[in-house]
């Protein structure tokens, strides 16, 4: 079965901090997809990422980095530098082909809200 | 507009009554998924539609009927609502599996 963990459900830093959001997923397949997704506090989803099984280079944009290592099915992700607007909620989710039935359809972890103060 | 919308953006209703949540997409993606996010929980698929007239369960199915008779629109009925339906609602689309999914605003459902 797919699974998707995110064990901190909530974390507060000050402004400049550094913070790692961490996800741990479970998949019998080979081929998935590891994905992340902020939702700031006016509700919307917004995509940050997308990264399949095949390719675990870690990734960098700006001040957002991630570090994928199938060793440890992990797929965590690290602000460097937070800033007040980086408070929301952010969502790890996974879609594999056998579970997914070819369809992409997601799963989604609880989620871990992230609220940096100044 | 271009993108994907939902309507109502709040709904307000009582327990037994009949309530649709719609989707409109003006990308012609293939892909439509209906989610629901509740405390605790994340979001959760309900029902997804690879085509028109193309629809299948997701992981929380019951108590939800969709349809999807035309490529851009893909509404989600809750044919006898009970409170624990009570969530925000969000539907997404994506042009082929495994690529970024899109999502409306949400709706904001309430049932008393």
């Known amino acids: ?118 | 507009d271009a993108g994907i919308t939902q309507s109502p953006r709040y709904k307000i209703t009582e327990t037994g009554r009949q309530v649709t949540l719609m989707c409109h997409q003006t990308w012609s993606h293939s892909y439509m998924f209906w989610y629901r996010q509740d405390l605790g929980h994340g979001l959760r698929l309900i029902y997804y539609s690879a085509a028109a007239d193309i629809t299948d369960k997701g992981e929380v199915p019951d108590g939800y009927v969709v349809s999807r008779s035309k490529t851009e629109n893909f509404p989600l009925t809750l044919e006898s609502a009970t409170r624990s339906q009570t969530s925000v609602y969000f539907c997404a689309s994506s042009t082929i599996p495994y690529n970024e999914q899109f999502f409306g605003p949400g709706t904001r459902l309430t049932v008393l």
């Not at chain 1, 879609?95 to 992409?104: A, F, K, R, V």
């Open chain 1, 1 to 118: 079965a797919q699974k998707v963990t995110q064990a901190q459900t909530e974390i507060s830093v000050v402004e400049k901090e550094d913070v790692t959001l961490d996800c741990v997923y479970e998949t019998r397949d080979t081929t998935y997809y590891l994905f992340w997704y902020k939702q700031p506090p006016s509700g919307e989803l917004v995509f940050l990422i997308r990264r399949n099984s095949f390719d675990e280079q870690n990734e960098i944009s700006g001040r957002y980095s991630w570090n994928f290592q199938k060793s440890t099915s992990s797929f965590n992700f690290t602000i460097t530098a937070s800033q007040v607007v980086d408070s929301a909620v952010y969502f790890c989710a996974l879609s594999d082909l056998i579970g997914s039935s070819n369809t992409g359809k997601l799963i989604f972890g609880q989620g871990t809200t992230l609220q940096v103060k100044p």
